[in-house]
């Protein structure tokens, strides 16, 4: 589990305390739809430079409850580089909440009118098709996806200091399900 330094190492503007349960919702069929209407914004914003634009997370997996929060996987050429995408991603409303070197140059900003976290990776970054594997899996297999729903229920009803905290509690059945994803080998230069 990531220290309380590390979150807020990472966050740009301060972490946010939660001190508090996760609200699961139960899965909404408006999900993919504005996951879709985001996926618009983000293509019109950066054209020819989205290489992979994917709905991943729980409200990507049809009967999976979830925060209701949409999770986008974006590649570019290079996410350390954010001039090449953050300034036309906020022109569109997007704001840089995140900025993590040391795990894959990953970058989060959050969505202008939808809450939304959109991950940036570099293409080839191995994070993409283990996301997407996953994904992939538990929309394909009830018995993983429930046992994600039971290990996701167990730990939202207690208490977290910070949302991270409770998404890195839930690691150790991710790392278990990804490990029976042959796919999530793979490399995201296929994408």
Request: proline share 5%.
């Amino acid at each position: 589990m990531r220290s309380d330094e590390e979150i807020a190492a990472a966050r740009i503007g301060g972490a946010e305390l939660h001190n508090s349960t996760i609200r699961l919702a139960p899965y909404d069929n408006e999900w993919p739809r504005l996951f879709e209407r985001d996926a618009k914004r983000i293509r019109t914003a950066l054209g020819d430079r989205v290489l992979v634009l994917e709905h991943a997370g729980s409200t990507s997996i049809p009967g999976l409850s979830a925060k209701p929060q949409i999770d986008i996987v974006l590649a570019v050429v290079d996410s350390s580089v954010e001039g090449a995408y953050v300034p036309d991603l906020e022109a569109k409303g997007y704001v840089l909440r995140i900025r993590e070197p040391d795990w894959h140059q990953h970058r989060l900003l959050k969505g202008p009118d939808t809450n939304i976290n959109l991950h940036v990776f570099t293409i080839g970054c191995r994070e993409i098709p283990r996301m997407l594997a996953f994904r992939d899996r538990l929309r394909s297999n009830e018995e993983d996806r429930l046992l994600y729903e039971r290990k996701k229920q167990e730990l939202a009803a207690q208490t977290w200091k910070y949302v991270q905290h409770y998404a890195d509690a839930k690691s150790e059945v991710v790392e278990e399900i990804i490990g029976r994803t042959p796919a999530a080998g793979a490399t995201c230069a296929k994408y």
